[in-house]
C-alpha cells in the first residue's frame, strides 16, 4: 500500500519560499507513474499546482507555472515543491498524490497546513 | 483552462434515499479523464470514481458515474450516514488538472 507524507514549515513569510516536501513509502518514484501537488485554502476547494514523472519530467497549472518548481529525489524517493514570492493567497492546505488509475489520483498524503503571514 | 461546476451546492436527504451530483464541464473532455472524490472533514481527499463510470478500489457498488460530453453525474444510491461529505468531480485535458467547486451532501 502507496503511503504518503508531506512535511515542511507550516509559516512562510510574504515574498518568501514555500518549500515542502513529499516522502513516499510502498512505491518508488521511479517506478512509471506521476506524482503531483494539490492545494486547498481554507474552506474552499482543490487546485491543482504541477506534477512530476517518474523521469523527472514536469508540468505545471498555468495560472502558478512562473512560481513553481517540482523536482524529484531518487535516493530519498520523495518529491517537492518549491513555490516562490508567496502571499496570503498561498494560504492552505498542501496535499502530495500518486496518479492513477487512468487520470486520477489514487493514493494521498493527509496534507500539511501553510499559512502565509508576516 | 477547462471550468466545472457542480450543482447542487449543498443537498440534504435521508438515509436509504438516492443522490444524483452534477457535474459540467465547460468544454467536451473525454470520458476516460473524468473523476469524483469523497472528502471528510479533516481528511484527505478518497477517490471513488475514475474514467466517468470505473469504481475505485474498495469503493461500494452503492456509488457510480455516469456521462459523456460535458455533462457527468455521481450517484449514490441507498445513503448511509457515513456518506456525508463534500463530492469533487476532477477532468484532465490533456496538459492540466481541473477540480469542481464540490456539492456538500447532507444525511437527515
Known amino acids: 500500500q502507496v503511503q504518503l507524507q508531506e512535511s515542511g514549515p507550516r509559516l512562510v513569510k510574504p515574498s518568501e519560499t514555500l518549500s515542502l516536501t513529499c516522502a513516499v513509502s510502498?512505491?518508488?518514484?521511479?517506478?512509471?507513474?506521476?506524482w503531483s501537488w494539490i492545494r486547498q485554502p481554507p474552506g474552499k476547494g482543490l487546485e491543482w499546482i504541477g506534477e512530476?514523472?517518474?523521469?523527472?519530467?514536469?508540468k505545471y497549472s498555468p495560472s502558478l507555472k512562473s512560481r513553481v518548481t517540482i523536482s524529484l529525489d531518487k535516493s530519498k524517493n520523495q518529491f517537492s515543491l518549491n513555490l516562490n514570492s508567496v502571499t496570503a493567497a498561498d494560504t492552505a492546505l498542501y496535499l502530495c498524490a500518486k496518479h492513477g488509475p487512468g487520470y486520477s489520483f489514487g493514493f494521498w498524503g493527509q496534507g500539511t497546513q501553510v499559512t502565509v503571514s508576516p | 483552462e477547462i471550468v466545472l461546476t457542480q450543482s447542487p451546492g449543498t443537498l440534504s436527504l435521508s438515509p436509504g434515499e438516492r443522490a444524483t451530483l452534477s457535474c459540467r464541464t465547460s468544454q467536451s473532455v473525454s470520458s476516460s479523464s473524468v473523476a469524483w472524490y469523497q472528502q471528510k472533514p479533516g481528511q484527505a481527499p478518497r477517490l471513488l470514481i475514475y474514467a466517468t463510470s470505473s469504481r475505485a478500489t474498495g469503493i461500494p457498488d452503492r456509488f457510480s458515474g455516469s456521462g459523456s460530453g460535458t455533462d457527468f453525474t455521481l450517484t449514490i444510491s441507498r445513503l448511509e450516514p457515513e456518506d456525508s461529505a463534500v463530492f469533487y468531480c476532477q477532468q484532465f485535458d490533456g496538459s492540466s488538472y481541473t477540480f469542481g467547486p464540490g456539492t456538500k451532501l447532507e444525511i437527515k
Open positions: 512530476i514523472s517518474d523521469t523527472a519530467f514536469t
Open positions: 510502498g512505491d518508488s518514484v521511479t517506478t512509471t507513474s506521476w
